[in-house]
């Protein structure tokens, strides 16, 4: 028997193109839409924690609200199931959310990563000429001692970064 090897786009397609993998993606978009989904009032007093299997989990400020959307089970899973057009879910688990995030949290922005400026060390190049430089040791210190004299030879693709934020914040 040979097997065949595949591609990594043929595999993310098949593991992408299945059911499993649409239904979760459209799970998460419940999550973002979640106050559209169910409405502005019982938004603000139930939010998405997650789910498992068909169980949906949501949290609530304290126990006096949990007991209250006990009743709310039917029409909080009609609205859900509703929209995401298929009988995913059939029960609602309840928890404190305390200090839990939920799923419906407003996204921060991404995080500015600082970048440290190259310094040359003091004592750069005192062992050129003392190492052999046709040993891996040799080679990799006349390497590090070009890469600060700005001369090393740079081979392969570099990756460039995309981070507007940090472009933003030098200029």
């Known amino acids: 028997m040979e097997v065949g090897m595949r591609t990594l786009a043929e595999l ?3 593991f992408l193109g299945g059911e499993e993998a649409r239904r979760a993606c459209r799970v998460v978009d419940l999550y973002r839409e979640w106050e559209g989904v169910v409405g ?3 938004a603000g007093h139930v939010k998405p924690l997650g789910h498992r299997g068909g169980e949906l989990r949501l949290g609530v400020a304290d126990v006096v609200v949990m ?3 006990v009743f709310f089970v ?3 899973l009609e609205r859900v199931n ?3 057009g298929q009988n995913l879910f059939d029960k609602v688990q309840f928890d404190l959310i305390g200090s839990k995030v939920p799923l419906d949290a407003t996204r921060v922005s991404r995080p500015i990563f600082h970048v440290p400026a190259m310094v040359r060390p003091a004592k750069l190049g005192g062992l050129v000429g003392k190492l052999d430089p046709t040993s891996p040791v040799g080679r990799c210190y006349e390497k590090y001692v070009r890469f600060f004299s700005g001369t090393a030879k740079r081979g392969g693709r570099r990756k460039t970064s995309r981070n507007t934020d940090l ?4 200029t």
């Not at 472009?167 to 030098?170: G, S």
């Open 167 to 170: 472009e933003a914040k030098r």
């Open 40 to 42: 502005e009032e019982l």
């Open 12 to 14: 993310m397609g098949v």
């Open 82 to 84: 509703g929209w995401l």
């Open 74 to 76: 039917p029409e909080l």
């Open 67 to 69: 007991q209250e959307m």
